[in-house]
């Protein structure tokens, strides 16, 4: 069973870091701002499989891009800050409301845009940057929306996840 798990972690690691990577061909147009389609793979983990999917593909796919593409420095670390507060506020959701996966992913689209800018101030050490978040918060919010209906949709017409692995092949 743990060969499972790890297998199927695995799997959804390297579609979120597809997913980044596909995103990273979609014009900025507004600067600091990505629709965060990789999150799709997390809120699937999360709501389809578990909290212990949800953390390890989150934290996982962040430091596996910075590895590969970003390096380990200020984007990393923005992402990093984000992914950190987005969890936080994701976990005591999900442990302790009964909120609704459109409730959870906006929530953590803010608390990841919120991250963001709190690791920003940080390095830059000016709290100007909070000029910033009212932009950032209503379109992270929208997006969040987008990337939760997506995710609604995927789990829908797919059996449970209980199920799926119980799936048996027949070796005759």
């Known amino acids: 069973m743990k060969i499972r798990k790890m297998t199927v972690t695995a799997l959804l690691v390297a579609l979120a870091i597809i997913f980044h990577y596909i995103e990273s061909f979609i014009p900025v147009i507004i600067p600091g701002f ?7 793979i ?14 390890s593909v989150l ?9 590969m593409f970003t390096g380990f420095g200020t984007t990393f670390m923005l992402s990093l800050g984000g992914a950190i507060l987005s969890s936080i506020f994701t976990m005591i959701l999900y442990f302790f409301t009964k909120t609704s996966i459109y ?4 929530v953590s689209a803010f ?8 690791v920003y101030i940080g390095i830059v050490n000016t709290a100007y940057m909070l000029l910033y978040l009212p932009l950032l918060a209503v379109l992270g919010v929208g ?18 996840f209980n199920n ?5 092949r027949n070796h005759s």
Do not use: D, E
């Not at 608390?111 to 709190?118: E, N, R």
């Open 111 to 118: 608390a990841h845009v919120l991250g963001q800018i709190i």
């Open 59 to 67: 934290f996982l796919r962040v430091v596996l891009v910075g590895l």
């Open 143 to 160: 997006s969040g929306l987008i990337l939760a209906y997506l995710t609604a949709h995927i789990i829908k017409v797919l059996p449970s």
């Open 164 to 168: 799926m692995c119980s799936i048996r």
């Open 42 to 55: 997390s809120l699937f983990a999360l709501f389809y499989m578990g909290w212990q999917y949800y953390l």
């Open 34 to 40: 990505h629709l965060g389609l990789a999150n799709v």
């Open 103 to 106: 409730g959870v992913s906006t």
